[in-house]
């Protein structure tokens, strides 16, 4: 239905019975045309993309954890290939479906003593990427995905928060042939943070700013902060590191929906100076934190006690 029309029958509905319609009045003045006023629409919901989809129209990534091998496609053609070097045992990398949640072109891990991650590619809030780094022939990180630096940058590239799926499995994938019948039969649906597709283009790399007091408090679950002495009987783990306390925040409620037992952990965002680099621990308490962090580390999820 043409714009035009649909503001004329929002402005219809807003007339009282008996009241002359302003479009149909004479104009007030001799040449003067009545504009009908704008009738905004609510914004469209954030697209749902399956692998299908993005395999037609974007890139999509599989990786073998079994092959220790990357292949990548640009709509629905091989692209290129590359080995990689997965998480370590005890640091293992989390298989599924991912997506592009933020891209850095020189980042420093927040868990593990500022490690160098060139063209960093968040695969999710808890310390899972994809960056450059050393490959001995084996899996040897701390659950990321290493890739050759030149390789990186070229991935880089061609990578977006919406037009790009993950696809980390065990199975073997000898080839590419392999590769593409894995991403041609996944009927599942790329996980796109409605937050981050709120976010201009430029923001996708940048660190989100830091909100006002009073925003935080409004963005961050106040019900689970932990209080400024742990209770007696209970244990603190650190789960990860964020940029801003609502990105913290982000990442706690990504990390619930991922793994439930956390729900009944109190939470803190804990600000930390870095190097002369602002952070914010995220960390949460419970009376058994230690051996649920210990599940988290087994199911790739980064994370250490702390008391």
């Not at 697209?47 to 709509?75: A, C, E, N, W, Y």
């Not at 199975?171 to 937050?195: F, H, K, N, T, Y």
């Not at 934190?289 to 988290?296: F, N, P, Q, S």
Request: charged share 15%.
């Amino acid at each position: 239905m043409p714009a035009a029309l649909v503001a004329l029958i929002g402005l219809s509905a807003m007339i009282a019975p008996g009241e002359a319609s302003p479009v149909s009045a004479p104009a007030q003045a001799a040449g003067q045309a009545t504009v009908p006023p704008v009738v905004e629409q609510p914004p469209p919901p954030p697209p749902s993309r399956t692998v299908g989809d993005v395999l037609q129209s974007g890139v999509v990534i599989t990786v073998s954890l079994k092959s220790q091998q990357m292949h990548v496609f640009r709509d629905g053609e091989m692209w290129k290939t590359s080995p990689v070097s997965t998480g370590k045992r005890g640091k293992r990398t989390p298989t599924g479906v991912f997506a592009i949640l933020q891209k850095k072109r020189f980042h420093r891990s927040n868990l593990y003593s500022n490690a160098p991650m060139p063209w960093m590619q968040r695969l999710t809030w808890s310390g899972i990427a994809i960056h450059a780094g050393r490959l001995p022939g084996y899996p040897a990180s701390h659950g990321c995905i290493r890739i050759p630096a030149a390789f990186a940058s070229e991935l880089y590239k061609v990578t977006g928060a919406t037009t790009t799926a993950v696809i980390v499995v065990d199975e073997a994938l000898p080839d590419g042939e392999a590769a593409l019948a894995l991403a041609q039969r996944s009927d599942a649906v790329v996980p796109i943070p409605p937050a981050l597709l709120q976010r201009a283009r430029p923001a996708l790399a940048a660190a989100t700013p830091s909100p006002q007091p009073q925003q935080q408090a409004e963005r961050l679950p106040a019900a689970r902060t932990i209080p400024a002495v742990t209770p007696q009987g209970h244990q603190t783990i650190q789960l990860a590191a964020a940029l801003s306390p609502a990105e913290a925040a982000a990442q706690w409620k990504a990390l619930t929906g991922q793994r439930p037992e956390l729900k009944a952990m109190q939470m803190a965002v804990i600000p930390a100076m870095v190097n002369g680099k602002q952070y914010y621990r995220l960390r949460a308490s419970a009376p058994d934190a230690h051996a649920t962090c210990k599940a988290l580390k087994r199911a790739g999820v980064s994370c250490f006690p702390v008391s």
